[in-house]
């Protein structure tokens, strides 16, 4: 009872998340109902899960039939109809029939032309024999050929496809009834005839059952009736029509008959079996390969908003250089990280291996655009903070649009702060025209904006031209950044502006054509670019419009308004990505009405906190969390959800697979090539959210339950033929195998090497089936044992035993017993021997590698053949007669037998079946015997024992007639020998080709996509990208989040463009963050998140990951984490200026901790951040401290006296908190 509702929980929670109309296959039709457009999003979502579900749905039939049998499976997902092998599902065995008819076809040409060439030497011989009933002879044969030559064209006509199984059966029949005329057509006696000798009858008989067992195409039920039927007829006819009917001689032919059955139903099965199994792992592969893609396309284009495709492409090119195991792993939130150590670390004297590889370039025409939103304090001031990350996603959102439509690169937001370039890292002519529209277009956006949303807010924009520095810098949460005076001039250029107007420098207007802008005077800007040494007065100008109205959105080409392109398109679409951005600043504080404030010093420029020469870090503004929302006072909650209904898809497909977002690809991979998963009742289930509901698994009646599951499973085998059929490249596995024509080695040499390698060892991802390399291995071994004891069996009845062939058959015996019994224990073991040490698993691998196995297969299929010829005698032909009858059919099986183990080659197993044909035609030479003939004494007397010689001379006499038909019959078996060899090496080689080359194209997308993931999870948390990949947002409210900023407060001082354009100056601070980031890889650190760097401030907070935070023991854990991550930064500088020579660089850094809002901000360039009060005060933490000193707030200071020493510093002056009471750190306490 308990595997009954184990199993009816199982399909219960598995179809209890599938809508009814999307397993009865009319979701497209239903989806299109009232809404009439939604029904192409409907068959879009429906297809996502059924692609998803596919390797599950397979993992639980394949775990199902281990629970449910002791037996290996034929095949993966085969039907329980072991005597009709074929696939449990109509879809897939219809696909698997059109998949394999090209190569069964040829099998039967193949067939169909030895039957062919067999007819037409049985009709030479007759002719130039000239036997007595020749004609008719000739004329059969004649028509067998004529037959088979028809039969050749329609396998060639279009209809072939519709007949094939009856074209299969009347071959077969009339083969069959061929075979037996020479029954029907002559009289009783010890030969049938001179035309067609019993010796030549029994060689057609095993022809013509190989053929139909192994390469006539038929089912196997049908395949053994018909040859069962036929060894029956073919055994009462002999017996009726010679003297082979006394009981030894009849068990012997029965037996013989046993053994020919045998090894035909064993190629064929296996057969079978193998070329599904590579039809279900080439399908299996395209299905997954084609999941990975999607999924590999869906970080691409976030990777891609973060940075330009040209460095994404180069960053994942690095990562495949030195990409392997040993340098990735997971951490406990599931996060792919990568081991990149220090370099500086191996003392190398080679200077250009001193520093990590890294990525920038400089530039030159270059036009830097800053944008700033005059207004924001005033406009937050009275928001929660909810509505501010709507309102804000809503604005980024049209400047990302406009961002593309200008064909410009967004480089960043800092809070407010919009800034982006043009003509980088890709140049472009009119960079300095598309950076001027795209600001233009900016304030014609906010207009818009405050229409729409009743705000009243404007747009300052500040553009310059010069030169940059492209790139990034870093390890982990790494973008694209642009740096260098001329873009802390653009800074300036935006800080020194007009609201509604473009302010840009003389640089960037010598770029712009004539006549096509209203251009103003601007005041003088003094400020250094990357061409002038020294400050100096730069002239600057406005830009307030357009001349001609007209020509306002054609300046581009567009022929249309491409805000106005944003804006229908933004009204289609609810489902941006929402979250608050951070609160950093580029622009100067505002009142509020608007008008700029800045704080004038010496000159009357305002003072910026400039941290690098690229970017000023801005002013903090606090706007205030609104305290009166329930949400807001929550300890995580989430935002309000958009775009339900593809939430409620993708939790169906992580509640169905069992698994986290991120655990997605490893478990879909898993469960379709390793078959981890025996049951999804091993599971655990997610929750379905807000938008989820449905009964509880149990609740669901078990026939609808079966009823769901097994429509379900149709969709998915659909969605399998689907991936087939769409692909062109699997038509290579099945069709073109690069193998050699003589020889049959594969033409690629490391190929050929992997084949001898690993063709007959176990493979650790494949389901456990009768194909398995074991189990192939041991039905071989058991067929060949079983082939040797019949044919040892029937020496003893048919020859006197010699000592000699008493010694060979103890020999052979324990060769075939020590070899099932070692086989036997790794099949009752089962999984992989290389895994367990003991003796027989030991030597199990050791004689299965290449050339062992070799030999041990040789010994095995050759000890038959050599059991026969040891009782060869001429004294046994003196003594009975049919001996030498008996010693060639046992001779033909005995060759026939040759064709066992498949996984041994051709060529070895052909030579050993063609000197064992020249060894029996040697020995049924009539002058072989005849000496021994001679010494008849006495044959004048009437004894018994004289009459009994003189009748066995004459038969040996009328067999030496039939010598030529003996060596025609001989070499036509060996022919057949020697095809079936080569055909079955070649299928062989197929399904290993197949397998290899299917596992090698998926390798290298999940190759590729695991670039991704590394790529993508050093840019956004690993928890927030599977958010935004289910439901294109992430925004959520934590409590109690640790913040850190670290600046280096001397890095301005020593940067300096006059050498190689501060290009090396960069390449330190390189070096200096990715010292940084590898504490990130310590597992003491596992709560800390890296927010972002800003030009030399490093930006870093704790607890922002909910699983991680409780798993944690202790409720502070994770900023304990971080005062500790703090005090490893600073011992990181102190062993960098050691490194470094020259180099005295200063760590400040500011801690608090309090609520904040995480969240990603854009539509096209998504960017994560935190954003709170906590976050401002952290970072007027750092502002505000002391160089080489941790400085703390009081609301931090009070959670830290736990564990640390802390020094009171006094109070110091806040913006927007007054005076606030802050302390040193110290160190831990003593008892801690």
């Known amino acids: 009872m308990s595997v009954f509702f184990s199993k009816k929980n199982n399909l219960a929670v598995i179809t209890k998340y599938i809508p009814l109309k999307m397993v009865s296959g009319t979701g497209g039709q239903s989806g299109r109902g009232a809404g009439g457009t939604g029904g192409g999003g409907v068959m879009e979502e429906e297809e996502a899960i059924r692609l998803s579900l596919t390797p599950h749905l397979h993992a639980l039939m394949l775990g199902s039939h281990r629970q449910s049998s002791c037996c290996p499976t034929l095949f993966e997902r085969a039907a329980p109809t072991w005597w009709d092998p074929r696939f449990d599902s109509e879809v897939l065995e219809n696909q698997y029939q059109r998949s394999s008819l090209p190569i069964l076809t040829l099998r039967f040409q193949y067939a169909l032309t030895y039957i062919l060439t067999s007819s ?72 049938l005839s001179a035309d067609f000798s019993a010796v030549a009858v029994f060689a057609t008989c095993i022809e013509v059952l190989l053929l139909i067992y192994t390469v006539i195409p038929m089912p196997l039920y049908l395949t053994v009736a018909m040859t069962t039927l036929y060894s029956f007829t073919s055994e009462i006819l002999n017996a009726l029509m010679t003297f082979d009917n006394d009981a030894s001689r009849v068990s012997v032919r029965i037996g013989l008959h046993v053994c020919i059955h045998m090894i035909g139903a064993h190629i064929m099965i296996m057969t079978q079996v193998r070329m599904r199994g590579t039809f279900m792992s080439i399908g299996k592969s395209l299905l997954v390969r084609q999941q990975l893609e999607v999924e590999k396309a869906l970080k691409e284009k976030m990777i891609h908003s973060v940075m330009p495709p040209k460095v994404a492409d180069w960053l994942m090119k690095e990562t495949l250089t030195d990409d392997n195991e040993d340098n990735m792993y997971h951490r406990e939130d599931g996060a792919i990280l990568k081991k990149v150590s220090s370099p500086r670390t191996s003392h190398t004297s080679d200077i250009t291996t001193i520093f990590r590889p890294f990525n920038m370039h400089a530039m030159d025409n270059v036009s830097i655009l800053f944008a700033d939103i005059v207004g924001f304090t005033r406009m937050s001031s009275n928001k929660t903070a909810e509505q501010l990350v709507g309102l804000l996603n809503d604005l980024f959102g049209r400047f990302d649009d406009l961002c593309m439509a200008n064909e410009c690169e967004k480089i960043s937001t800092l809070g407010d702060c919009y800034y982006s370039v043009c003509g980088c890292p890709e140049p472009k002519p009119d960079h300095a025209q598309r950076c001027v529209n795209m600001g233009l277009d900016m304030i014609h956006a906010i207009q818009e904006f405050d229409t729409d949303t009743n705000e009243d807010v404007n747009m300052r924009v500040g553009v310059h031209t010069g030169k940059v520095l492209c790139g990034i810098v870093g390890t982990k949460r790494f973008k694209f950044d642009v740096w260098s005076n001329d873009v802390t ?40 670019n990357s061409g002038n040494k020294g400050s100096a007065e730069l002239k600057t100008f406005f830009i307030l419009g357009f001349e001609k109205k007209e020509e306002e959105f054609d300046i581009l080409g567009k022929g249309s308004d491409p805000y106005d392109s944003h804006k229908r398109h933004h009204s289609k679409d609810s489902k941006k990505a929402s979250s608050l951005p951070n609160i950093l600043d580029c622009g100067s504080g505002t009142d509020g009405n608007g008008t700029m404030k800045t704080k004038p010093v010496g000159d009357g420029t305002k003072i910026r906190r400039s941290l690098a020469p690229a970017i000023d870090l801005p002013k903090l503004r606090l706007p205030r969390l609104s305290r009166s929302s329930d949400k807001a006072k929550a300890k995580t909650t989430s935002l309000p959800k958009i775009g339900c209904r593809n939430e409620i898809i993708v ?39 807000e938008c989820g509901s449905g009964p509880e698994p149990s609740s669901i009646p078990l026939n609808e339950s079966l009823t769901r599951f097994h429509q379900l499973r149709k969709q998915s085998d ?94 052979s015996t324990c060769w075939h017993i020590l070899l099932l019994v070692l086989c036997s224990s790794q099949v009752a073991q089962g999984g992989d021997p290389s895994g367990n040490s003991s003796l027989s698993s030991r030597l199990y691998l050791k004689i299965t590698h290449w050339r062992p196995w070799h030999v041990c297969g040789a010994s095995l299929i050759c000890l038959p053949l050599a059991a026969v010829f040891s009782n060869f005698s001429c004294d046994w032909q003196v003594k009975q007669e049919g001996t030498l009858r008996f010693f060639c059919y046992l001779s033909f099986v ?100 197949g397998s290899v080359m299917a596992i090698k194209d998926e390798v290298r997308v999940q190759t590729m996509k695991n670039q991704a993931d590394w790529l993508l999870q050093n840019i956004i948390p690993p928890h927030v990208a599977d958010s935004i990949k289910a439901s294109g947002k992430y925004s959520e409210n934590h409590k109690d989040v640790a913040i850190m900023f670290a600046s280096i407060v001397n890095f301005n001082e020593l940067y300096d463009e006059s050498y190689l354009g501060g290009k090396e100056y960069l390449r330190v601070l390189n070096e200096l963050v990715a010292d940084v980031d590898e504490l990130l890889l310590r597992s003491e650190f596992k709560n800390i998140e890296k927010i972002k760097t800003i030009g030399s401030t490093y930006m ?19 900023i304990f984490e971080l005062v500790e991550f703090a005090r490893a930064m600073q011992k990181v500088i102190d062993d960098f200026n050691k490194d470094l020579i020259e180099f005295n660089l200063i760590l400040r850094i500011g801690l608090n901790f309090g609520d904040v809002t995480a969240g990603v901000i854009g539509t096209t360039k998504l960017y994560y951040d935190i954003w709170g009060d906590a976050v401002n005060i952290a970072s007027r933490m750092d502002s505000t401290g002391m160089p080489g000193r941790i400085q703390v707030s009081s609301a931090c200071a009070t959670v830290l006296n736990r564990r640390y020493e802390l020094e009171r510093r006094g109070q110091v002056f806040v913006k927007g908190k007054d005076n606030m009471d802050v302390y040193l750190l110290k160190g831990p306490k003593e008892d801690t």
């Not at 020496?795 to 035993?801: A, C, I, P, S």
């Open 1100 to 1118: 870093a907070a704790s607890g922002l990951d909910i699983k991680v935070r409780q798993a944690n023991t202790d409720a502070h854990q994770h």
């Open 894 to 993: 005995a060759i026939i037998h040759l064709c066992n183990f498949t996984q041994l080659n051709c060529w070895m197993k052909n030579i050993l079946a063609s000197v064992g044909t020249i060894v029996l035609l040697v020995l049924v030479h009539p002058f072989i015997c005849d000496q021994a003939q001679l010494t008849i004494t006495d044959t004048s007397t009437e004894s018994p024992a004289n009459i009994s010689k003189v009748i066995a001379k004459d038969a040996s006499s009328e067999f030496s007639n039939h010598f030529i038909e003996v060596v025609v019959t001989s070499l036509l078996l060996l022919l057949l020998v020697w095809f079936l060899n080569r055909e079955f090496e070649i299928s062989y080689r197929h399904s290993f080709y």
């Open 651 to 689: 939790n169906k497909l992580f509640a169905i697979n069992g698994m986290s977002p991120g655990d997605l690809l490893t478990h879909r991979v898993s469960g379709y090539y390793t078959s981890s998963q025996s049951s999804v009742a091993e599971h655990k289930f997610v929750e379905m959210g």
């Open 718 to 811: 659909i969605q399998l033929v689907k991936c087939m059929q769409n692909d062109t490249n699997h038509r290579q596995y099945v069709a073109a195998l690069p193998l050699s024509r003589t020889t049959l080695f594969f033409t690629d040499q490391v190929l050929e090497k992997q084949y001898r390698k690993q063709a007959h060892q176990p493979r650790r991802d494949s389901p456990r089936t009768l194909v398995s390399s074991n189990l192939n291995t041991h039905f071989d071994i058991l067929v060949s044992a079983i082939v040797y004891f019949c044919v040892s069996a029937s020496l003893f009845l048919m020859f006197e035993y010699t000592k000699g062939w008493l010694f060979l058959c103890l020999i």
């Open 120 to 191: 037409l030497t049985w009709a030479i011989y007759w002719v130039f024999v000239q036997t007595p009933h020749w004609p008719s002879c000739f004329v059969v044969a004649l028509l067998l050929a004529i037959a088979s030559l028809s039969q050749i064209i329609c396998t060639r006509c279009k209809s072939y496809k519709k007949h094939q199984l009856l074209l299969s059966v009347i071959m077969s029949v009339t083969l069959i009834l061929v075979s037996l005329l020479p029954y029907a057509l002559h009289l009783r006696g010890p030969e």
């Open 489 to 528: 001039l653009a800074n300036q250029m935006e800080s020194t502006g007009r609201p509604g107007q473009v302010h840009i420098s003389e640089a960037t207007l010598k770029f712009l054509p004539k006549s096509t802008y209203i251009v103003q005077d601007g005041p003088p800007v003094k400020g250094t």
